[in-house]
């Protein structure tokens, strides 16, 4: 397969079955670009501006997964397992490195419905007496 011929970063988010069309060198070497693309990316996330942030204020501290489990009130085991499986948002640093962008997790905790401000002990079902 010719470069020519490789598709899109687009074309594969669209129709992710394309990459069974790959071959495993052509993967790799696909898979290697997208690491340096997604790091570039995620720089200029970081370093925000443009999206109405202050572009003189410092970027916000990354969370550790002990600090994720304890935000979520989860055992540390439980919150490495969302990391792994991608439920939460993450950030690589290098390939042992696992951080949370606190402002990820809040979002994804808003979407999730895991932050309606009611406490886990809350319950609507009254006891009933015997």
Not at 61 to 72: N, T
Not at 117 to 128: A, C, D, E, I, N
Request: cysteine-free; proline content about 7%; hydrophobic content about 45%.
């Amino acid at each position: 397969m010719s470069l020519s011929e490789l598709p899109t970063l687009d074309a594969l988010a669209t129709s992710p079955e394309l990459a069974g069309d790959l071959s495993a060198n052509v993967a790799a070497a696909l898979l290697a670009k997208l690491a340096g693309v997604q790091t570039a990316l995620l720089g200029r996330l970081l370093a925000g501006g443009g999206n109405g942030a202050d572009p003189g204020a410092a970027p916000e501290p990354l969370m550790k997964i002990p600090d994720v489990a304890k935000r979520l009130d989860v055992p540390m085991a439980f919150a490495y397992e969302l990391a792994r499986r991608g439920e939460i948002p993450t950030v690589r640093i290098g390939k042992k490195y696992v951080r949370v962008s606190s402002a990820a997790l809040e979002k994804w905790m808003a979407e999730s419905g895991l932050d309606t401000g009611v406490p886990s002990s809350y319950t609507t079902r009254r006891r009933m007496k015997r």
